[in-house]
């Protein structure tokens, strides 16, 4: 039988496998021989480095805290601002300085009730202008304070009888040298005009306004009033027309210590109301389309920007959209052109119409300007009467 050969292979047991899968590599046992041991100031300088990073971040992290704080300090200060300046709480630091001459009347009694009776402060002062109604407050820590800290507001009020009135008229009269005085000028009188003229002098700021008063009330009574303002008519108006343009001062004439504290009331209120309108910021104004500023659109020297006042222009009126506007101006760029376009018109029915069937541009269904807006703007630009209603 002949002898079986065996290839020359090499036969690797399991044995010798596993040995060479436990043998550590070179390489590993190179990496091993690399490592060292860190120095005491390599190990210091690492943990100075942790220890720097973590108070970095507590600062950063106090930091954070410390801002949120201020912001909810700002938040409430601002809140409570916001709180003070609201009409029902900024009344309760309203001052009503009222003249001591005023209370020779007997009617004032009705005046200093009803601002008792309401828990407003006032106080009886014998400074400033005589006869007078004024209003003072605290300073707040956004205005300058002045006077101690306290804020005078800018309303003033003056009350006087009708037989005071009277003898001013005759004062200004005689002052201005138009006729000799009708009746005794009393010096009084005279004292009380010079005494308005110089307060509003040194206070041009003021906005006085004259309260005209009568004890007596009723039809019969107001007829007895309107006598004696009309023996000299004319100085009277020559008295309010001076007064109105030359010094900003406006007169009311009102019947009887309630009216008068009406007025007061309805000034007060007004007075609380303007810082808190202020801060809010006034709205836009309705006439305004867009709510753009009171200047308007501006125009260029070349003339780029007429086209869109005449757009807003026909805007103004009412029930007219800016599709409405934009649809007219459109064909006719200019009042002129539209001017022109009713001249060529035959008849007033044909001028009136013009417009009428020019289309809309924009929404889901067809529009046209219609014969009303049609006809509201040709008696815009061709009427002579200015007194003509376009509705």
């Given at each position: 039988m002949p002898a079986v050969q065996r290839a020359n292979t090499w036969e690797i047991s399991d044995s010798?496998?596993?040995s060479d899968l436990n043998k550590p590599s070179s390489s590993s046992s190179g990496e091993k021989k690399k490592r060292r041991r860190r120095t005491r100031e390599e190990v210091q300088e690492e943990q100075e480095n942790r220890r720097a990073a973590r108070e970095k971040q507590r600062q950063e992290k106090n930091k954070l805290k410390e801002e949120k704080l201020e912001e909810q300090q700002r938040r409430r200060e601002a809140a409570v601002r916001v709180s003070l300046f609201k009409p029902e709480n900024f009344i309760k630091s309203l001052t009503l300085q009222i003249h001591a001459a005023l209370l020779r009347d007997a009617g004032c009694d009705v005046l200093l009730g009803t601002l008792d009776g309401l828990q407003w402060k006032n106080c009886i002062e014998n400074q400033g202008l005589p006869n007078s109604i004024s209003w003072t407050r605290p300073a707040l820590q956004t205005e300058d304070e002045a006077k101690n800290g306290v804020i005078e507001e800018d309303q003033v009020l003056m009350v006087i009888s009708h037989n005071e009135f009277e003898d001013m008229v005759m004062s200004h009269k005689t002052e201005t040298n138009q006729q000799a005085p009708i009746g005794v000028v009393y010096e009084e009188a005279e004292s009380l005009l010079q005494?308005?003229?110089k307060y509003l002098?040194?206070?041009s700021r003021k906005f006085v306004t004259v309260l005209v008063i009568s004890h007596q009330s009723g039809s019969g009574d107001e007829d007895h009033f309107d006598f004696h303002l009309s023996q000299h008519h004319l100085d009277t108006e020559a008295l309010l027309v001076h007064l109105q343009l030359y010094w900003n001062v406006s007169v009311n004439f009102l019947f009887g210590w309630?009216?008068?504290?009406?007025?007061v009331v309805a000034v007060t209120k007004a007075v609380s109301?303007?810082?808190?309108?202020?801060?809010?910021?006034?709205?836009?104004l309705g006439f305004c389309m867009d709510g753009s500023w009171s200047a308007g659109v501006r125009v260029d020297r070349d003339g780029r920007g007429l086209t869109q006042v005449w757009t807003r222009q026909i805007q103004q009126l009412n029930r007219v959209s800016p599709a409405l506007a934009k649809a007219v101006t459109s064909v006719y760029p200019s009042p002129s052109l539209l001017l022109q376009a009713y001249e060529q018109q035959p008849s007033d029915e044909e001028r009136r119409r013009l417009l009428a069937d020019l289309t809309v541009v924009g929404g889901a269904k067809e529009r046209r300007v219609g014969p009303e807006l049609s006809g509201r703007i040709h008696r815009l630009l061709t009427s002579q009467n200015p007194h003509l209603m376009l509705d």
């Open positions: 010798e496998e596993e005494h308005l003229y002098t040194e206070a309630q009216e008068v504290t009406d007025h109301k303007r810082p808190y309108k202020a801060l809010c910021g006034e709205p836009d």
